[in-house]
């Protein structure tokens, strides 16, 4: 790897990959009896020439999506709490909006070379498929990355249920990732090599995303509320995102006491400020390792 660059390659195969969309059929490789790989003079010419022409730039997240659930005619979960002037209705799409509003706020702060994009900045619908639209639209150059954090509020019929959690795809979930218009007259039965390796880079990277969220959303609010923990599921803006992707609940709306907390602005502010830790921390071991690859 130089820069955002990579070569990747297998003994016993008769090609070798740049960055995913070019593949060079001309690979002669051995592994030698003390273990060397060795590989013939062509390939090494151009895997340097490859190389060479690297722009130097480092490998950074450009883009931040951020996508507060639900919105407009849809409310998302629906709970209450009691306070000074009575019992009043807490919606899902109001909580995840005002904290999305708040992590976008310290982001931009923090990051003016980076562009922070929200899939709805204001109280409106919009359906599944725009949400990820609107990040899978995004033109990224070499050297750029983006990843995808869709925020949402819990509910459940246990109304003693309480805390966050941060969902990702199961590992053997596999998404479509490479055009194959993008690699021009290849044999088709290369696609889904290429599409697992690129989904098990993904992966990677969203179950350390995932992580560093729980870990700066506990060290925020762990006094307050529980932290569930990781889980797996295939949601639709996660599995439909093509890039790093994961979908964190704040709380539970149906639990008479987090909901007097999801309704603070004060609590708000925690929860926002553990997600942009969270996101913080990934982009700087991210940018350190060239994408966690050193």
């Known amino acids: 790897m130089k820069g955002s660059r990579t070569v990747r390659f297998t003994s016993g195969a008769s090609w070798y990959l740049l960055n995913y969309t070019e593949i060079k059929d001309q690979l002669v490789s051995e592994i030698t009896e003390n273990g060397r790989f060795l590989i013939d003079k062509a390939t090494a010419a151009g895997i340097r020439e490859f190389f060479k022409e690297a722009a ?6 450009r883009y931040i999506v951020l996508d507060p659930g639900h919105g407009g005619k849809d409310p998302g979960a629906i709970g209450y709490y009691t306070d000074d ?23 931009e702060a923090r990051y003016p070379d980076k562009e922070v994009l929200m899939t709805r900045g204001e109280d409106r619908y919009l359906k599944l498929e725009e949400r ?3 990040a899978n639209s995004v033109e990224l150059d070499e050297n750029d990355s983006m990843i995808f954090v869709s925020i949402h509020a819990n509910a459940s019929f246990n109304t003693t249920a309480r805390g966050f959690e941060v969902w990702y795809l199961p590992p053997e979930f ?7 218009e993008s690699l021009g007259d290849i044999d088709s039965d290369i696609i889904p090599i290429l599409n697992t390796m690129l989904e098990e880079e993904y992966t990677i990277e969203s179950v350390i995303l995932g992580e ?17 923990g990781p889980k797996e599921e295939s949601w639709f803006v996660v599995r439909n995102a093509k890039m790093p992707s994961v979908l964190i609940e704040v709380g ?14 004060a609590y708000l502010k925690k929860l926002s400020k553990g997600i942009y830790n969270g996101i913080v921390d990934f982009i700087n071991d991210y940018e350190r390792t060239r994408g966690y690859i050193e």
């Open 56 to 61: 130097g730039g480092v490998h950074g997240v």
């Open 212 to 228: 560093k969220l729980l870990s700066s959303l506990d060290a925020e609010i762990g006094s307050l509320t529980e932290n569930r």
């Open 132 to 134: 990820t639209e609107i």
């Open 252 to 265: 539970f709306v149906t639990n008479k006491d987090e909901a007097v907390l999801l309704a603070s602005r």
């Open 85 to 107: 002037e009575g019992k009043k209705a807490l919606n899902e799409k109001d909580v995840v909006l005002q904290t999305a509003l708040e992590t976008a706020a310290l982001l």
């Open 174 to 180: 596999r998404r479509d990732l490479i055009d194959p």
